[in-house]
């Protein structure tokens, strides 16, 4: 069967550059999707996207679907005739259906009996019957929260549409989508390609748009352009361009021909904190920043323009006009926020609800200070510094500048503290409280930095869970599940000696009489539980090694690590599947037990070489395992118990635990009950 690559264009006004890659990739996907369900045999599915465009060429589409002989069972022979061998109204409706008659029936002959037969050859469609409802469907499904109407007709779509191409290799596919009927024009760049542009294969697509339209259709190619670009533009002025990846994707969503250039601004503007300026740059200009060697900010910005300018001198003009009204914004803002103290904002807080139920974000920053201050007396950091670092945590919430670019929140306070006096140490943990600030981020530096940010995650979800808004599915709007992760890492990473229930006890008198749950202490800690399991689970562990040390409920974070690694490596060792079975088994013998057993082992009672062994061993390890469960030192611990597996295997195989004598049945008990508990001071190993 024949093959050609077919193209399926949308032609759109500007699409919004933050939902493109999404767009194109959920277009290709659905249309993959389609294809398979479809039989279609290809070799790939690309997406390409630009500002003006949604595109993608299938790799080797076979021409049709491939014939296929269908089979269709009728009634069985005993029923399709009866005592006479007349054929049944059964048999007759059903070859009625079937467009033949009963005597036209092949049968059906299995080891479970005999039916009615009918064979027919269906023929595959073909791509151009297919493909434009197959592209309908694949629309439909994309993610668009708020599709659009234009001009007159009832059509949705996140922008409006100008034209449509489908091509299978030089076959223009006719079809409508989205109310557009599928040409052969494309339309190049606004400016600088030709306005409109015939195609006449499929193969010719990304050629002609870089030649005649001025359009670099690929988008990973436009992307690495760019950043080529920037990069390069970047070290001629002896820098390095500040790249983060969400604005590279933005700026390569904003263009179709990208030319970079560069600009400058006044020195004077480097009085003001790099972060203020840098946030201005890359937020509301999408100006990639440079840098020195040290990481410094410099008086040069990069910008990507969507055309080639005649003179790009009065372009670098225009920007250096534009961005510098911001840069006065904040070199005004900064030396108007000086003028007054953090510890003088304070007061201002009161104004500002946290949440309706848990009071203002003065409310809020005494709390967190009372928290830090607890915290800071459990791990011997500075109790003064904690408590004022998160006394005024939230001050610099109240000035000029971070009113107008929140993102600097934090760093701002940082440095207002600084220029107040304030210790370093509080300075510092002003900016530090909001660590991390997503996954795989850094942590706060200092020991009081992370005793505010404990003391900040701890406020908001006690207070949360507290009042009943516990987050629900994806619904997530206070961060809570971000918050436990930025506190389990915290903890668990800086080795800090804490215990999640005293934390969130602490955080829960806090509160006094303002919350309404009165589980929340209970909600809270299975709620960090909860996200222990999902980040050990990314990490690679299995669900049931996360669940042994689960079910024993360590509440230190720390103890909770150290039980994890150990169990991951006893795993490794040969004797640790028969180990886990022993204690399944036990774990099932000692459940059915009704009463107490015993927690001593009567030596007199021991009549088995089995049994007499496996006490003396149990003894012996008892004594030797209780200094290395204090220093939580379970690695040395579960190697040590690894070696058990002889004498509880010899065990089993002699002794006989449900004895006659009831005396010595609950001697035997209690052995195993011995042996069990000492695995389950690390984890349930019988979960393994």
Known sequence: MSQENLLIELGTEELPPKSLRKLAESFAGNVEAELIKAELSFDNVRWLASPRRLALIVANLSAAQADKIVEKRGPAVNVAFDEQGQATKAAQGWARSNGITVEQAERLITDKGEWLLFKSEVQGLSVTQLIPEIAASALAKLPIPKPMRWGAASTQFIRPVHTV???????????????????????????????EIIINHADQYESLLDDSGKVIADYERRKAIIRDQVEALAAHENGVAAIDDNLLEEVTSLVEWPVTLVGSFEEKFLDVPSEAL??????????????????????RFIFVSNIVSRDPAQVISGNEKVVRPRLADAEFFFETDKKKTLASR??????????????????????????????????????????????????????????????????????????????????????????????????????????????????????????????????????????????????????????VVVLTEIAKVQYGKKLTNVNVVQDVVDFLFARFRATYQTNGYSVELIQSVLDRRPTKPVDFEKRIQAVAKFQTLPEAAPIAAANKRISNILAKVKGEISAEIDTSLLQEPAEIALSEILGSLESKLSPLFEQLDYESALFELATLRAPVDEFFDNVMVMAEDPAVKQNRLAILARLRNLFLQVADVSVL
Request: charged share 25%; glycine share 8%; hydrophobic share 45%.
């Open 165 to 195: 191409t489908m091509l299978f290799g030089a076959q223009l596919i006719p079809g409508e989508l989205l109310g557009i009927e599928s040409d052969r024009t494309i339309r190049g760049h606004r400016f600088l390609g030709e306005a």
């Open 278 to 299: 840098i946030y201005t740059m890359k937020d509301n200009q999408k100006y990639f920043p440079v840098l020195d060697k040290q990481g410094n900010l410099l008086p």
């Open 346 to 499: 304070l007061e201002s807080l009161s104004s500002v609800l946290f949440q309706q139920k848990l009071g203002t974000l003065k409310e809020k920053s005494e709390r967190i200070a009372n928290i830090a201050e607890d915290i800071a007396l459990q791990i011997k950091a500075d109790t003064k510094h904690a408590f004022r670092a998160g006394l005024l945590s939230k001050t610099d919430l109240m000035t000029e500048m971070v009113m107008e670019f929140p993102d600097v929140q934090g760093i701002m306070g940082m440095y207002y503290a600084q220029h107040d006096g304030e210790d370093n140490e509080v300075a510092i943990a002003l900016n530090e409280q909001y660590l991390p600030r997503f996954a795989g981020d850094k942590l706060p530096t200092s020991l009081v930095a992370c005793c505010v940010s404990l003391a900040d995650k701890l406020d908001t979800l006690v207070g949360i869970f507290g009042i009943g808004q516990a987050p629900k599915g994806a619904a997530d709007p206070f961060a809570l599940r971000r918050a436990a992760i930025g506190l389990l890492r915290i903890i668990t990473e800086k080795n800090l000696d804490l215990d």
